[in-house]
């Protein structure tokens, strides 16, 4: 009856652990498979929780970055688009200067083309940064009307294939989903012991 009893301490709580772990294994592989729902008989359908939630999923995380990571406003703000305002002028004054050379009538003076050319880069130069000004608003307004952080992160995620997906989600979280199946083996065995306990109560 001692060997009886002592082995019931020992194979319970094992048998326990050992469910406890494949449950939880399963239920891990389930949030991913099957990947395609299946029909099963006087059930219904079962499928992975992601792969059914995937456009959910895609929804959920576009509104936190949009919302929360990085609106259109921070964006536009990171882009420091005033910090370039004299690279961009100098630039426009470049191209406008190589255009008039190619474009100014021959039968002008090459030093009246020289005078012509130099105050019209001097004119651009001066009133460069107002027209860049009017042209970051127009943009900045566009850009807000027109680009959603939200729709570009979901269409991401949306356009990434189940299996990259799986493979994503596992590589970041594998401990975590590790540790989850460890837990289930655990907590069998914590609970087979309680078992034991209840039936030596029992007897």
């Not at 030093?111 to 130099?118: K, M, R």
């Not at 269409?155 to 294939?161: H, K, Q, S, T, V």
């Not at 990259?164 to 069998?188: F, N, P, Q, S, T």
Request: aromatic share 6%; hydrophobic share 50%; charged share 25%.
């Amino acid at each position: 009856m001692v060997v009886t009893t002592a082995a019931e301490w020992l194979v319970l709580p094992l048998i326990s652990a050992l469910i406890g772990y494949i449950t939880n294994v399963i239920a891990v592989r389930m949030l991913f498979r099957p990947r395609r729902p299946w029909r099963l008989w006087g059930v219904g359908t079962i499928q992975g929780l992601i792969p059914k939630r995937h456009h959910d999923l895609a929804e959920a995380i576009g509104q936190v970055v949009e919302n929360e990571l990085l609106s259109i406003d921070i964006l536009l703000d990171k882009l420091d688009i005033d910090g370039y305002k004299d690279q961009v002028s100098a630039a426009m004054v470049r191209h406008v200067r190589a255009r008039l050379k190619e474009r100014m009538p021959r039968f002008i003076p090459i030093p009246l083309q020289d005078v012509i050319i130099d105050h019209l880069c001097e004119l651009i130069g001066k009133e460069g940064e107002s027209i860049l000004d009017v042209l970051v608003a127009e943009w900045e307004d566009y850009a807000r009307g027109s680009i959603s952080i939200r729709e570009l992160v979901e269409n991401r995620i949306l356009a990434l294939d189940l299996a990259a997906l799986e493979e994503l989600v596992v590589g970041i979280a594998h401990k975590e989903l590790r540790y989850i199946e460890v837990l289930g083996a655990a907590l069998g065995f914590l609970i087979g012991w309680g078992q034991i306990g209840i039936l030596a109560v029992l007897r």
